[in-house]
C-alpha cells in the first residue's frame, strides 16, 4: 500500500503494457538477430557503439512517441542535442538508452538490457528495463509498485548485515583510496560487476544484490532503475549527497540497496573511506 494507504494494482497499467509490448518488439527485431554479429565503433567517451545500438534507438523512439508523442532523448544523440531535448522536455520525455552494456552484447557476454523511462518536470514517472537474452521484464509506474514479467515483483530476503551482503561494485569512477578500501578491506562477503547499470538497478531491487556502489551514471543509465529500484521500497543517494535527485544530471554516483539497514550501513561505510 502507499503511505496514504491506497492499494497498488495487482496488474501493470495500459500504458506500461504498452511500452514493455513495444520494447520486446524492438528487442526481438533490431538488437537479438544482431547478437554477437554486429560490428562496432569507438565513440568520443570511449564507449561502444553499434548498428544495433543506432537501429534500437530509432525503432524505439517511433514506438514510444506513437505511445505518448512527447521528445526523446537516447544515449547515441550528440550531447548537445541531448541537452537541449532535456531542457525541451519539462513536460514530458522519453530517454532511452538502447542497448545497455554494449561491450558485452559485442562479446557475447548475456548481460545487457534496453531501458526506457518516461519523465515529467525531470523525474521518472515510468520505467522499463528488459533483458531479451533472459527474457525478463522490469517495470514501474511511480505509486503502481514495480514488475516483473507483469506479474509482481517478488523480492528476496536481504542479508542480515553488511558483512554477509552480496555487493554489486563499479570500480571505474570510484576515488582511488575508496577503491584500495574496497580492494583491501570489502565490507562485504562478495562482490560482481558485470558491467549493465539498468540491470544493476534491477537486480538491486529484486534483491539479487543487497547492495549498489557506482562512481557516476549517466541520465539514461539510471532513469528507469531509480524508479524500480524506489517502487520496491528501496533507496539511493549520491556518494556526495543524500538527495539522489540533486545530483548532476549527467554524471550522478550512486549508493543503494533494497534494504534500509544495509543502505544506511553501506552508505556510512563507504563515506567513512572519502
Known amino acids: 500500500m502507499e503511505n496514504g494507504g491506497t492499494p497498488r494494482p495487482k496488474t501493470m497499467g495500459a500504458m506500461l503494457k504498452a511500452v514493455v509490448a513495444a520494447v520486446k518488439l524492438v528487442a526481438a527485431e533490431e538488437i537479438m538477430p544482431r547478437y ?142 575508496l577503491v584500495a578500501q574496497l580492494a583491501t578491506h570489502p565490507p562485504y562477503s562478495s562482490q560482481r560487476n558485470f558491467g549493465a547499470s539498468a540491470l544493476d538497478w534491477c537486480y538491486t531491487a529484486a534483491g539479487r544484490y543487497d547492495v549498489y556502489l557506482h562512481g557516476g551514471q549517466k541520465l539514461w543509465d539510471y532513469a528507469a532503475g531509480t524508479l524500480i529500484l524506489w517502487e520496491t521500497g528501496g533507496l539511493a543517494c549520491c556518494i556526495e549527497n543524500d538527495d539522489f535527485s540533486q545530483g548532476d544530471i549527467w554524471q550522478r554516483s550512486v549508493i543503494a540497496a533494497r534494504d534500509k539497514k544495509l543502505f544506511d550501513e553501506w552508505k556510512n561505510w563507504i563515506r567513512a573511506q572519502q
Open 36 to 177: 554477437m554479429k554486429v560490428a562496432h565503433q569507438r565513440k568520443s567517451d570511449g564507449s561502444l557503439c553499434t548498428e544495433a545500438d543506432m537501429a534500437t534507438q530509432l525503432a524505439l523512439a517511433k514506438k514510444l512517441q506513437a505511445i505518448l508523442n512527447v521528445p526523446v532523448l537516447g544515449e547515441e544523440m550528440p550531447a548537445e542535442e541531448q541537452h537541449a531535448i532535456w531542457q525541451a522536455g519539462n513536460d514530458g520525455l522519453w530517454c532511452i538508452d538502447p542497448i545497455d552494456g554494449t561491450s558485452n552484447f559485442v562479446r557475447g557476454l548475456p548481460y545487457f538490457a534496453v531501458s526506457v523511462a518516461l519523465l515529467r518536470e525531470g523525474k521518472s514517472v515510468l520505467g522499463v528495463v528488459y533483458d531479451p537474452v533472459a527474457d525478463e521484464a522490469f517495470a514501474a509506474e511511480k505509486g503502481k509498485g514495480t514488475f516483473l514479467n507483469r506479474e509482481r515483483l517478488m523480492v528476496r530476503e536481504a542479508a542480515e548485515s553488511l558483512d554477509q551482503a552480496l555487493a554489486n561494485v563499479d570500480m571505474k569512477r570510484l576515488s582511488t583510496k
